[in-house]
């Protein structure tokens, strides 16, 4: 998969938004929001309230970053 179509999916799954809160993205993969803040730790954020949201082109770049290939 390469991350425009990445991008797509995560998109089409939330709704059409650019940036994604740590809820949604642990929704998209099916990860318990503590698991997908750990996967998170150290990218950039935009603050909104108590709400952290990430670009959702960085998401999908930290995503493949983290793909096993056998």
């Known amino acids: 998969m390469d991350k425009q179509t990445l991008i797509r999916n995560m998109q089409q799954s939330c709704g059409g938004a650019g940036f994604l809160s740590v809820k949604q993205i642990a ?28 670009f959702v082109g960085d ?12």
């Open 27 to 54: 929704a998209y993969r099916g990860e318990h929001v503590n698991t997908t803040t750990k996967f998170l730790k150290g990218m950039e954020y935009v603050s909104e309230g108590k709400k952290k949201l990430y």
């Open 59 to 70: 998401v999908a770049e930290r995503i493949l970053e983290h793909r096993v290939r056998e």
